[in-house]
């Protein structure tokens, strides 16, 4: 008979793939069907030992998607929302990553690299800038 994971083993486990936001962490703890005070123990003592830190988390997330999957200032925002950091002023050069985000990838027509700048999140200010600069 196996025997169960403590919290902190499941959450030590978790955050071994990548950094995690504190409602990430919550909600992977309340998934897992632990108690409540478990819960909050096992979240303070990540705290306390600064695996689970929402202020370096947001500059990790959002240099890493810089990286390997460009996005918009409001695509980037949402993706912070839904892991429980709310932001209200990132500061990103749109533009770069615009131009990093096409860089990757071929168009057959202006409309549609400017469809894949808008589902990327990217601001229509940038998209019309990065499209001008492709027509010289």
Known sequence: MKSKK???ESAFHFLSFRSRSEKEMLDFLIKKDFETDEIAQTVLKLKELDFINDAKFDKEFIESRSKNKPKGKKAL???LARKGIKIEN?????KELATKAISRKSFKSKEQMQRFLYS???SWDTIIGII???ER
Do not use: V
């Not at 990132?90 to 749109?94: R, V």
């Open 77 to 79: 925002m949402i993706e």
């Open 132 to 134: 001008g600069s492709h």
């Open 120 to 122: 990327r999140g990217f």
């Open 90 to 94: 990132i500061e990103i050069d749109e």
């Open 6 to 8: 403590s919290p902190l």
